[in-house]
């Protein structure tokens, strides 16, 4: 960046009368309001014996990717976050709820509990915080936006049931994020638990008991009853203890938004998970691309609120826009600052969804080839017969101009469908129709949806189609 003959002077810690006097010296007459490009400020440094480094100019429009190092004599324990995954009906709701009802914060008791998307319990004198939307959706959602919240899993496998399809899945996410999972053996209570088999199974994911050699917690629970929930949450702190999760309660808040909706009378309003610093009423805010001034907050417990510290989470209004979950959201010093950070964001991002809506059509192509903007080209193959749909899968994948390929993404038998039009829109195919059509309403979606039909009858000229547009070449269309 640039620096005027004031700047330069305070950086040196020498009057600005010096430095326009040696200006001089170098043939330039300046005033100290003047701006000074690079070699006047490497020349005049460079006088002085100072080095001049190359400014880190931080973006701060984009503060998700900049994190401030933290200063490890700041940082203080934090409780942890927890989330609670596991196949459907294993009893995820059921166990949030008897955490909840049985644990509310110590000296609140008498709140009306309010369902903000988050709780924190206090036990043995330390708190925890639950994501209270079960199920890996949220998690999902939140890590597709780049959002880490959850330190710890509760993975919660019905001992009468043992592991299932989401089951599975559960573990793989919170492999994937490398979060660290207890397993709650639930329903205890039914005369068909058996959680010996839950173990068994769950060995085959590397979750083995300690009684077996491993190193994963089991805890038998049954949320119903309320057995087992005080194990569970001392077993949580043990991991939390071992974890050490820290961060400095005194500075700016950031964090992460945990779901966020239009109330009609209160107008926007966000859960907020304080990750660092503290988030007061008042403060500037810029929430995901939507920013404003923290008017009020309230609790899970619905209560007002000031403040709130590290891993607590807070409902907000007063911002100008709906977030979504996942969001990061950041406290800035003044309300120009985040007005200016918001704006520049909401401006980008409709910037972004402008160009996202321009889908690959097989007329512009050639062009997206040229530049190289796409590697490979997505189609979807619907067709009336298995046959010819596999006969054109095969063809299509052969085809290679340049090192552009055909990637198949869907395929299927029976006539061209709103959902094949959505799918094509999500992930910019064309869709091929082999002697099938799309329906008057599924015609109608893919032309707001910018999605790109080609009908065929003959299977050569759909594969010379495909390559004559890859190449260029495509007959003009009337
Ligand atoms: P989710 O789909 O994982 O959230 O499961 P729910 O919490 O909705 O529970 C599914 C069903 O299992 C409900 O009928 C619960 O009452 C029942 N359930 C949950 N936990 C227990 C338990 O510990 N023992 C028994 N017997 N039933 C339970």
Excluded: C
Excluded at 249 to 276: C, F, H, M, W, Y
Excluded at 331 to 349: C, L, N, P, S, Y
Aim: hydrophobic share 40%.
């Amino acid at each position: 960046g640039t620096l005027t003959v004031g700047e330069l002077a305070k950086k040196l810690h020498k009057e600005p009368s010096e430095i326009i006097k040696k200006l001089l010296f170098l043939g330039v007459m300046a005033t100290i309001n003047q701006e000074l490009d690079k070699d006047s400020i490497e020349l005049i440094a460079g006088d002085y014996g100072v080095e001049v480094e190359e400014e880190i100019i931080i973006d701060e429009t984009n503060f998700e990717e900049f994190v401030e190092e933290e200063n490890e004599a700041e940082l203080q324990e934090r409780p942890p976050v927890v989330t609670i995954m596991g196949h459907v009906d294993h009893g995820k709701t059921t166990l949030l709820d008897s955490i909840r009802n049985t644990k509310v914060t110590a000296g609140e008791a008498g709140g009306i509990t309010q369902h903000i998307g988050a709780y924190q319990v206090e036990t043995a004198g330390k708190r925890i915080t639950f994501l209270d939307t079960p199920g890996h959706a949220a998690f999902t959602t939140m890590r597709a936006r780049g959002a880490q919240v959850t330190d710890i899993t509760i993975l919660v496998v019905a001992a009468d049931d043992g592991v299932m399809p989401q089951t599975k899945e559960a573990i793989s996410h919170a492999k994937a994020a490398g979060v660290p999972i207890i397993v709650a053996v639930n329903k205890m209570d039914k005369e068909a638990a058996n959680p010996d088999r839950v173990m068994q199974e769950l060995t085959e994911f590397e979750l083995v008991p300690e009684a077996w050699g491993g190193d994963t917690i089991f805890v038998p629970v049954s949320a119903l009853q309320g057995e087992g929930i005080d194990e569970l949450l001392e077993m949580i702190l043990l991991v939390a203890e071992v974890e050490e999760y820290k961060a400095n309660p005194n500075s700016l808040a950031r964090g992460t938004v945990i779901e966020a909706q239009l109330d009609k009378g209160r107008g926007p309003v966000a859960t907020l998970l304080v990750q660092s610093g503290t988030l007061k009423v008042g403060d500037p805010i810029v929430v995901g691309n939507a920013f404003g001034r923290v008017r009020a907050m309230t609790n899970d417990l619905g209560r007002r609120v000031k403040s709130v510290g590290p891993a607590a989470p807070v409902e907000i209004t007063g911002l100008n826009d709906v977030p979504h979950a996942g969001d990061q959201f950041k406290v800035f010093e003044d309300e120009k600052t985040a007005r200016q950070i918001g704006e520049t964001r909401m401006i980008r991002q409709r910037d972004e969804e402008r160009n996202e809506t321009s889908k690959v059509s097989l007329d512009d192509l050639f062009n997206q080839i040229q530049q190289g903007e796409i590697k490979e080209i997505n189609v979807i193959i619907k067709g009336d017969v298995q046959g010819s749909v596999e006969a054109l899968r095969g063809s299509l994948e052969k085809i290679d101009v340049e090192g552009v390929k055909v990637n198949i993404i869907h395929t299927g038998v029976g006539a061209i469908t709103e959902s094949d039009i959505i799918l094509a829109a999500a992930s910019n195919a064309i869709v091929i129709g082999f002697n099938v059509r799309p329906d008057a309403n599924t015609k109608r979606v893919a032309e707001s949806e910018n999605v790109d039909i080609r009908l065929h009858r003959i299977i050569y000229n759909v594969i010379e189609e495909i390559e004559s547009a890859m190449k260029g070449m495509l007959d003009p269309e009337y």
